[in-house]
Nanobody, 120 residues
Framework: QVQLVESGGGLVQPGGSLRLSCAAS????????MGWYRQAPGKQRELVAR???????TYADSVKGRFTISRDNAKNTVYLQMNNLKPEDMAVFHC??????????????WGQGTQVTVSS
């Protein structure tokens, strides 16, 4: 019904930057909230950043000042600009969206994940 396709992951050196993208496609009315979660080896999955339909944002304390989340509603896409990347940022990043699939029904969807590797 709804698919989330992520891109932009890869290998970067400490202090470098990456921009992740997540595009939603399929049949839906609108997207309520979009966000990025990450899970590093041996650690729990955590919310990195989230943005709602009114462009209100939430960030994990560990990424405040370094990451910026934004969305382009015309493209049904959410972005995560990651600057000054640190080795502890290394994880699989998953896109999430709460999607209004019918006028009275909203559902949660997840992307397949994209690997972010931060290493010198």
């Amino acid at each position: 019904q709804v698919q989330l396709v992520e891109s932009g992951g890869g290998l970067v050196q400490p202090g470098g930057s990456l921009r992740l993208s997540c595009a939603a496609s399929g049949s839906f009315v609108s997207i309520n909230t979009m966000g990025w979660y990450r899970q590093a080896p041996g650690k729990q999955r955590e919310l990195v950043a989230r943005i709602n339909s009114g462009d209100s944002t939430t960030y994990a304390d560990s990424v405040k000042g370094r990451f910026t989340i934004s969305r382009d509603n015309a493209k049904n896409t959410v972005y995560l600009q990651m600057n000054n990347l640190k080795p502890e940022d290394m994880a699989v990043f998953h896109c999430h969206a709460n999607v209004k699939v019918r006028f009275t029904v909203s559902r949660d969807y997840w992307g397949q994940g994209t690997q972010v590797t931060v290493s010198s």
